[in-house]
């Protein structure tokens, strides 16, 4: 299921839900992944100062994918191509 996100807080109820359904706990979640507990319970909070690198680490190892739809005039202007959805660049 798709979900667009329109703050950062609104990821947080995702990834705790996420790791509920995969019957995990948070600190053996945390554990596996390689961060603190502490930092994953700010990002299940939607702490607005979590480190972006340890976030996506944390949503990857979850299985969670985050999708972005940036206007195809802003897309161009990219000078390192970004993988678009479905491979294609």
Known sequence: MKFLLKNYDELGPLVRATR???????????E?????ENFLAKVERGGGTVQWQKLFQVL??????VEIDVPDAAASLL???????GGAE
């Open 20 to 30: 509920k359904s995969q019957g995990m706990r948070q600190d053996d979640t945390a």
């Open 32 to 36: 596996g992944i390689g961060v603190s």
């Open 60 to 65: 990857t190892e979850l299985g969670i994918q």
């Open 79 to 85: 000078q390192t191509p970004i993988k678009q959805r």
